[in-house]
């Protein structure tokens, strides 16, 4: 059984930075791929970053210059370090885990390859 936690998220003002984890756990094989997705009320799920099982990293252009995505493989581990923060950002993000065989790179930005998501956790940036 795989588990993936999400932690990190609260409320922050504008400009502000906040950094998420998401950590796996169960027969994950070690190295993990995982992925940062976003839903803010009355929208759909987006993209936001990936860290593929490469080490690749891609980000959305919403975000790109802002957030930073890293992996700590001992830990099963993820982070999203979010900085500059804006109103828009405000969303519950979900951590997405992509196992073998992995997702390719056409797909990597759709939800509907990754194996196990988290519960997601509420970032709220006040203006």
């Known amino acids: 059984q795989v588990q993936v936690v999400e932690s990190g998220g609260g409320l922050v003002q504008a400009g502000g930075s906040l950094r998420l984890t998401c950590t796996a756990s169960g027969r994950t094989n070690g190295r993990v791929a995982m992925a940062w997705f976003r839903q803010a009320p009355d929208k759909e799920r987006e993209f936001v970053s990936v860290i593929r099982y490469n080490s690749e990293t891609r980000y959305s252009s919403s975000v790109k210059g802002r957030f930073t995505i890293s992996r700590d493989n001992s830990k099963a581990t993820v982070y999203l370090q979010m900085n500059n923060l804006k109103p828009e950002d405000t969303a519950v993000y979900y951590c997405?885990?992509?196992?073998?065989?992995?997702?390719?790179?056409?797909?990597?930005?759709?939800?509907?390859?990754?194996?196990?998501w988290g519960q997601g956790t509420q970032v709220t940036v006040s203006s």
């Open positions: 997405g885990l992509d196992l073998p065989p992995y997702i390719i790179s056409s797909q990597l930005e759709y939800e509907e390859g990754y194996d196990y």
